[in-house]
């Protein structure tokens, strides 16, 4: 009932920016959270930040905090990921999710195909 799109991905040098963009589509009313999750080559998938569709609650990962920042424009049905200070490390398949309003609050119901995200040394 819900889509999504992700979009912004690309190679960039370590120290860069990049901005991600994800489209929802679809039933969009029924979206309780967003959230961005990353995969790199060799590991498991990991949270990196959540927003609610529709208050203020925000969540990052440690590994980002104070370097990514999560923000949503609801006119649009889209959610940004604003990365800043990019390292190499930083290097994964970018995931966007939705958390429907209903039973499994934290269980995402929703996900993008993913945009890879590449930083270079």
């Known amino acids: 009932q819900v889509q999504l799109v992700e979009s912004g991905g690309g190679l960039v040098q370590a120290g860069g920016s990049l901005r991600l963009e994800c489209a929802a589509s679809?039933?969009?009313?029924?979206?309780?959270?967003m959230g961005w999750f990353r995969q790199a080559p060799g590991k498991e998938r990991e949270f990196v930040s959540s927003?609610?569709?529709?208050?203020?609650?925000?969540y990052y990962s440690d590994s980002v905090k104070g370097r990514f920042t999560i923000a949503r424009d609801n006119a649009k049905n889209a959610v940004y990921l604003q990365m800043n200070s990019l390292k190499p490390e930083d290097t994964a398949v970018y995931y966007c999710?939705?958390?429907?309003?209903?039973?499994?609050?934290?269980?995402?119901?929703?996900w993008g195909q993913g945009t890879q995200v590449t930083v270079s040394a």
């Open positions: 999710a939705a958390d429907k309003i209903g039973p499994g609050i934290g269980e995402y119901d929703y």
């Open positions: 679809g039933r969009t009313v029924s979206i309780y959270t």
């Open positions: 927003i609610s569709w529709r208050g203020p609650t925000i």
